[in-house]
């Protein structure tokens, strides 16, 4: 998989058991983190909601200190730390085992190399025509359950669209395929609510910190399509992106604005000092 | 994971690695099977199932031929087989790359002993109260994006119920958690449509057919909670429980009709001649 170091419930392997639940029901979590110098970066934020998520499918959250540590030891200089939980083996069906061992994956990977000009200058995007299934029980949460971003994703292979937005039935925007959306209106941020579908990303939750720590007013909220494209700006963030500027959704264009900059800045700092 | 025999891409072997895409985004399809004397039954409609879940996420359909003679050399003589096909390696994250090479798993088990009353007086169930997502482009697929079942068996730990049973946000039954649902009112027997959300069973489609070339009218349609409590006799089919009379929903009780054992009675003819 081009892996540099993975570890499997802390012991040096690049393989599961075929009757892992992870495999047979996508029933865990996961979380993709970058690493700079060989530090994690907001790792504060990921394993927030990694306990959350472990939470909301009723896993056991690992240990802290225990993942801080696998993830140092598999990180590299510069690059992605991946981690997967899952409810371990399936011998059982859907039943889950109370107390069953959880499997826990570690896993190293090469840094992925975007051009500069996406934070520089923006970025294309697309409308999916897939809508979003709404199910509040894992509304938020980043389970191995990904088959619509799969299907999502496959809707274009014009490489000049560097992501496509995903919407709800009720007319709303969700999220990016792999990003959260923030739109800016009079100064005022607003990202998509994401308590019936969409994940909540660790940059999300730390974009959202950082905007309230600045006094900038940043809420919650259904978004509909038309707001998105009245907005004064749009930006995309995920933990390996950190913030893109939307340049052009169709024919509506963006010049990059203020409020993505001082974002982009918020993040980096944050990062610097984290 | 207790399997006898397994073959993954037709070597032997037990794991697979932690990059695979079944397991990352749960990105693939699978199938369980009964084997009875070394024999798979009903395999026409697992492999017709089969190729149409692959055609619903743009797998590619292995060989119906290839995939007979690795569940033949891993059939145990009574007993289970599960495949499980999914899109790969993961490393360049949703996209799928196109004419990349699947992962085939096929992987042997010992039987599941069920109690023999279950088929002959029939079960009791219950309605679970989390409610299925709507997500036409996935309705009907057995994909590995399983975690709504595991969620749903989660709610009960009570041995005496069977199976829970599983409705859509319009309020209309769906599925069990592990079977398909069958309502018989009248003489006549309903399913429910399963356009927009539950999966599509191997036994469901090869009942639906024997009633047919039977001249007993079976339909698919929207059935209500409603509905489904003022049925003649509701039962539930699967590839490994063949057809269980629903006995007891809460308070609502029924004596194992004729229609029930009608059906009972054309699966062991069918597996007999199969």
Chains 1, 2 share one sequence.
């Not at 081009?2 to 892992?20: C, F, K, M, Q």
């Not at 730390?81 to 826990?104: E, M």
């Not at 909540?200 to 399509?225: N, Y």
Request: hydrophobic share 40%.
């Amino acid at each position: 998989v081009g892996a540099s170091t993975v570890l499997v419930d802390g012991r040096a392997r690049d393989t599961i058991g075929i009757g892992d639940r992870g495999l047979a029901f996508g029933d865990g979590v996961f979380r993709t983190i970058a690493v700079r110098a060989g530090r994690p970066l907001n790792l504060r934020w990921h394993l927030r909601r990694l306990a959350s998520d472990c939470a909301a499918l009723g896993l056991p959250v690992p240990g802290e200190a225990l993942l801080a540590g696998e993830i140092a030891q598999v990180a590299p200089g510069d690059g992605v730390v991946k981690v997967i939980l899952t409810r371990g083996d399936s011998t059982r069906g859907y039943a889950p085992v109370p107390g069953a061992a959880p499997t826990r994956i570690v896993a190293g990977f090469p840094p992925v190399r975007h051009e500069a000009s996406r934070a520089r200058d923006g970025v294309a995007v697309r409308r999916c025509s897939l809508t979003l299934s709404e199910q509040p029980r894992l509304a938020g949460v980043k389970s191995l359950n990904r088959l619509e971003n799969v299907l999502a994703r496959a809707e274009w292979d014009d490489v000049s669209i560097a992501e496509g937005l995903l919407g709800d039935p009720r007319g709303h925007v969700v999220e990016g395929v792999v990003s959260n959306v923030f739109v800016v209106k009079d100064q005022r941020v607003r990202t998509p609510e994401l308590t019936r579908c969409g994940v909540i990303g660790a940059q999300r939750e730390r974009v959202r910190e950082l905007l309230g720590a600045a006094g900038v007013e940043c809420s919650e909220a259904d978004i509909g399509w038309d707001e998105l494209e009245a907005a004064d700006e749009v930006f995309l963030t995920n933990s390996l992106i950190d913030a893109w500027p939307v340049a052009r959704l169709g024919s509506r264009t963006w010049p990059v604005g203020p409020v993505t900059r001082r974002v982009q800045a918020m993040i980096a700092q944050d990062d610097a000092r984290d």
